[in-house]
């Protein structure tokens, strides 16, 4: 059974028309309505449900409301999983290196910033004498 109350991004209703942001609304979960309450400033739209909560509501360890909170048990980390990920990054950190080497390595026009082999001694583009 779904606890979606609406979608996220969906405002509550006010009279059956969707409020907007700046308006005065309470938390969904405890009702607190102090006349401050601005959506997406005061309230946050929880991902599970899609209630707008305040902060005294809001799990902010499990990113969701307080209400949705008691169903989601957190699935703790799996540590070759975590590893998987680090050797994943170290690849593309050596990749990223590589392509910094070749870089460098490339020829670029004074006049024009075109890219050029390193045999070049003209511009293929803008015609000027490369220096030596």
Not at 78 to 83: A, F
Not at 88 to 93: M, N, P, Q, T
Not at 97 to 103: A, F, L, R, T
Not at 109 to 131: D, E, F, R, V
């Amino acid at each position: 059974m779904s606890r979606k109350i609406r979608e996220l991004g969906q405002y509550p209703l006010k009279n059956g028309k969707p409020m907007k942001w700046g308006d005065r609304y309470y938390c969904e979960a405890c009702g607190r309505h102090d006349n401050v309450c601005n959506l997406g400033v005061d309230l946050g739209q929880c991902p599970e449900c899609g209630r707008w909560v305040c902060r005294n509501c809001w799990d902010s360890d499990k990113g969701v409301c307080k209400v949705c909170a008691k169903y989601i048990s957190l699935k703790p980390f799996d540590k070759s999983e975590i590893e998987k990920l680090y050797k994943k990054i170290k690849e593309i950190e050596e990749h990223i290196i590589k392509i910094n080497e070749k870089v460098k390595k490339i020829n670029f026009c004074q006049y024009c910033n075109i890219p050029l082999p390193s045999t070049a001694k003209y511009c293929g583009i803008c015609g000027k004498k490369l220096p030596q």
